[in-house]
T-cell receptor, first 110, second 114 residues
Framework: RKEVEQDPGPFNVPEGATVAFNCTYS??????FFWYRQDCRKEPKLLMS???SGNEDGRFTAQLNRASQYISLLIRDSKLSDSATYLC???????????FGSGTQLTVLP | ETGVTQTPRHLVMGMTNKKSLKCEQH?????MYWYKQSAKKPLELMFV???????ENNSVPSRFSPECPNSSHLFLHLHTLQPEDSALYLC?????????????FGPGTRLTVT
């Protein structure tokens, strides 16, 4: 099993749609999780941190299921500006290291 | 300057050249990282400097050599690179404490080896 595995993309959705991404992880000891977004040819930027069962920030909701070892990201009322690659990130080994998933590409269509 | 800065933003070098990438963080963090991002591949952690300790990915070739003179500055020294080393090199920093250690990235150096 890969350390961090994400939904294969790409996701193409119309503006206003709700879209959800899933991510599974193998390190059962992980206590915190992150979603980053990365625009084309730019650096990853932190979108959300998840420390307990979930987190909500406006149109974005992240949920954590420790028993099944997966994290989800839900985007409601998609905007054109949400088009990006979304990276699931899980701590690995010592507290200093993060393992990045390969990313899920989202394109929101007008 | 705020956040994490990297220079140069773009670099083209021949296989016999020696160059260095520079990263500086203005966030007061205590850990810094180098990542490599090749096309269509996940970010690959290369080196970590945390609380003056260095951790490295054993798969990184010796032609990449990191240097961290203090908690705010990080360098990646490059020599005799190969064309497959062409990639986006990202620097990141974080504050390692408790369970929260979100990493913040610089804009990256896009390296092309000819």
């Amino acid at each position: 099993r890969k350390e961090v595995e994400q939904d294969p993309g790409p996701f193409n959705v119309p503006e206003g749609a709700t879209v959800a991404f899933n991510c599974t992880y193998s390190n059962s000891a992980s206590q915190s999780f992150f979603w980053y977004r990365q625009d084309c040819r730019k650096e990853p930027k932190l979108l959300m941190s998840v420390y307990s069962s979930g987190n909500e920030d406006g149109r974005f909701t992240a949920q954590l299921n420790r028993a099944s070892q997966y994290i989800s990201l839900l985007i409601r009322d998609s905007k054109l500006s949400d088009s990006a690659t979304y990276l699931c990130v899980v701590p690995e080994g010592s507290a200093r290291q993060l393992t990045f998933g390969s990313g899920t590409q989202l394109t929101v269509l007008p | 300057e705020t956040g994490v800065t990297q220079t140069p933003r773009h670099l083209v070098m021949g296989m016999t050249n020696k160059k260095s990438l520079k990263c500086e963080q203005h966030l007061g963090h205590n850990a810094m990282y180098w990542y490599k991002q090749s096309a269509k591949k996940p970010l690959e952690l290369m080196f970590v400097y945390s609380l003056e300790e260095r951790v490295e990915n054993n798969s990184v070739p010796s032609r990449f050599s990191p240097e961290c003179p203090n908690s705010s500055h990080l360098f990646l020294h490059l020599h005799t690179l190969q064309p497959e080393d062409s990639a986006l090199y990202l620097c990141a920093s974080s504050q390692v404490q408790g369970i929260g250690y979100e990493q913040y990235f610089g804009p990256g150096t896009r390296l092309t080896v000819t």
